[in-house]
C-alpha cells in the first residue's frame, strides 16, 4: 500500500485517550498516537485490531525502520536487516497478509553517479524481520510493484510479475510492457495492468491478456469487478465489458471524483449549475449524502455502518517569483445517522488517511497539517484488555 511520506514533530512515545463529548459513545472517544522522535513517518497497514505496521525513519538513525503498534502505548520500532548501503535508502510500500505475515518494499542507490538502485524486500514472520532476495534482479531496480494479502504475496519488476511459494520467489509470466498494479484475489486469481494499457488475468497457470485499453482511472475492486466515474456517468466492468450507469436522476455534471469503494462505490460530482454533492451507488441504488464544506477526499464505512470521510483544506503558499506551493490540512468527519449531516470528529486538524481495522469496527487515521507543520495519528479503538 504505497502513500505519500510525511513529518513527524517529535513527541513522546505515549497515548492519550480524548473523549470529545460528555456521554460520548466508542466510536466518540479517540486516542492520540505519538512517537518517539521521527523524522519522518511513510506507509502503514493493519493486520488487526490492534495491529499496525508503520515506516519510520527516526531522527538520529541512519537507516528507514518500521515501527509497529499493538494498541497499547508505545510503539516498538524494527531496525531492518541488509540495509547496508549509506548512500540513500527508501522504504516506501508495507503489506500486512497476517499476525504473523508482513512484507516491506524499497530501494538502496548503489551509484550516485549512474543513478542506480538495487531492489530491498523483507518479510515479518511473526517473531523477526528476515531479508529476502527479489526474484531475478533487474540491473537497476527499485522500482517494483509489491502486493502480499490474503490471496498471495506477489512483486513485479519491469514487465516480470513472480508470486512467494513460502521459500523463493516463482517468476510466473512475462507481460508486453511494464507493469503498473498487481491485484491479488487467491492461489488462482489475480489480476495485472500494464503501461500499455493492457489488463492481464492470472488463472493459478498463465497470464492471459483480459483486456486491452484498460481505463487509467479503473479501480479494481474484484476478480470480475472495476469502476471509474467521469462526467458522463459511473462504468462498471463485470469481468468481461463495461457498462455505463447515468447518475441519478439525469443529472448533469462537470466534474465527477471517484473516492473510495467501501461498502459501495463513493463520488463526488458537480452539478452544473448546481451544487457539489455526494453519492453513493450500491447493489443499483443511488443513495444522496450531505457534502462537506471542503472537498471530500476520502469515506470509509467502519463495520458497525458508521460513515467516515475525510476533507482537505488547501492553501498555496509563494515559494518565490510566481510559483506557489499547497499545503493541505483537513478534518476527519463522522456521518449523521439520517445521513444529511456530517460533524467534525473532536482530533486535531490534518489531511489525513483512514483505515479500518480489521477483526473490529473501529478506524485508524494519520495526517499532517502543512499549515502548521504538526504531525497526527489517531484511533477510536479502544486499548487491548
Request: charged share 15%; proline share 6%; net charge negative.
Amino acid at each position: 500500500m504505497r502513500m505519500r511520506s510525511i513529518t513527524l514533530a517529535a513527541a513522546m512515545a505515549s497515548i492519550v485517550a480524548v473523549p470529545t463529548a460528555a456521554h460520548a459513545g466508542p466510536e466518540d472517544t479517540w486516542r492520540h498516537v505519538y512517537f518517539t522522535p521521527m523524522s519522518s513517518i511513510g506507509d502503514f497497514e493493519a493486520a488487526g485490531p490492534h495491529d499496525v505496521w508503520q515506516i519510520t525513519q527516526r531522527q538520529v538513525a541512519l537507516f528507514p525502520a518500521v515501527s509497529h503498534w499493538t494498541g497499547g502505548s508505545t510503539w516498538q520500532t524494527h531496525s531492518l536487516p541488509g540495509l547496508t548501503s549509506l548512500l540513500g535508502n527508501w522504504l516506501s510500500d508495507v503489506d500486512a497478509v497476517g499476525p504473523d505475515e508482513a512484507w516491506i518494499q524499497g530501494s538502496s542507490l548503489v551509484s550516485i553517479s549512474i543513478s542506480q538502485w538495487s531492489t530491498y524486500l523483507a518479510r515479518w514472520d511473526g517473531t523477526s524481520w528476515t531479508k529476502v532476495a527479489p526474484p531475478t534482479p533487474l540491473l537497476n531496480g527499485g522500482g517494483g510493484i509489491l502486493t502480499a494479502n490474503a490471496g498471495g504475496v506477489w512483486f513485479a519488476e519491469g514487465n516480470r510479475i513472480a508470486r512467494w511459494n513460502g521459500a523463493d520467489w516463482t517468476i510466473t509470466g512475462t507481460l508486453d510492457a511494464t507493469v503498473r498494479q498487481v491485484h491479488s484475489f487467491a492461489a488462482d486469481s489475480a489480476l495485472a495492468t500494464t503501461s500499455d494499457g493492457g489488463l492481464w488475468r492470472w488463472d493459478g497457470a498463465v497470464w492471459t491478456e483480459a483486456q486491452g485499453q484498460w481505463p487509467q482511472s479503473a479501480r479494481i475492486t474484484g476478480p470480475d469487478g472495476a469502476w471509474y466515474v467521469d462526467p458522463s456517468g459511473l462504468h462498471t466492468w463485470d469481468g468481461a465489458s463495461w457498462r455505463t450507469v447515468a447518475f441519478e436522476g439525469g443529472r448533469t455534471v462537470d466534474a465527477a471524483t471517484a473516492i473510495s469503494e467501501s461498502d459501495g462505490l463513493w463520488m463526488r460530482l458537480e452539478e452544473t449549475n448546481g451544487p457539489d454533492l455526494i453519492w453513493r451507488y450500491k447493489d443499483g441504488t443511488w443513495t444522496y449524502h450531505a457534502d462537506t464544506v471542503y472537498p471530500v477526499k476520502q469515506v470509509i464505512v467502519d463495520d458497525a455502518g458508521r460513515i467516515w470521510a475525510v476533507e482537505r483544506v488547501t492553501r498555496y503558499v509563494p515559494n518565490g517569483g510566481s510559483n506557489y506551493t499547497p499545503e493541505h490540512k483537513g478534518r476527519l468527519l463522522r456521518l449523521s445517522a439520517n445521513r444529511l449531516e456530517w460533524t467534525a470528529v473532536g482530533v486535531p486538524e490534518a489531511d489525513y488517511r483512514v483505515i479500518a481495522l480489521p477483526g473490529s469496527d473501529r478506524v485508524y487515521a494519520y495526517g499532517r497539517n502543512g499549515w502548521t507543520g504538526t504531525d497526527h495519528i489517531t484511533t477510536n479503538a479502544a486499548p487491548p484488555p
